[in-house]
């Protein structure tokens, strides 16, 4: 079994920060990319950030500049550092990680965490 756990959600000001986590954790030979996705009501979710297993990042055009993502391979966690925060990046956040669960396993698998609330308002 794999779990995909997000923590540090929560509401900010317009112009805060706030870090979000997720770690996985489970039965994993090994993962590919980690990232966030969000959606905000009554939109198709979307590309935050994400990173390969290389190190490679790529971020949503919308938060270029502002939020960064770093990622512990030990750990298999990934950090979003979200800085200069406006309403329009209230959403739910949901982490995503493609993993390898066993050396024999023919593909990777998407696991999604349950998710976590981001409101920014004053």
């Known amino acids: 079994q794999v779990q995909v756990v997000e923590s540090g959600g929560g509401l900010v000001q317009p112009g805060g920060s706030l870090r979000l986590s997720c770690a996985a954790s489970?039965?994993?030979?090994?993962?590919?990319?980690m990232g966030w996705y969000r959606q905000a009501p009554g939109k198709q979710r979307e590309l935050v950030a994400r990173i390969s297993s290389g190190g490679s990042a790529n971020f949503g055009d919308s938060v270029k500049g502002r939020f960064t993502l770093s990622r512990d391979y030990a750990k298999n966690t990934v950090y979003l550092q979200m800085n200069s925060l406006t309403p329009e990046d209230t959403a739910v956040y949901y982490c995503?990680?493609?993993?390898?669960?066993?050396?024999?396993?023919?593909?990777?698998?998407?696991?999604w965490g349950q998710g976590t609330q981001v409101t920014v308002s004053s």
């Open positions: 995503h990680a493609e993993i390898w669960p066993s050396r024999i396993t023919i593909a990777p698998h998407d696991y």
């Open positions: 489970g039965s994993i030979f090994s993962i590919n990319d």
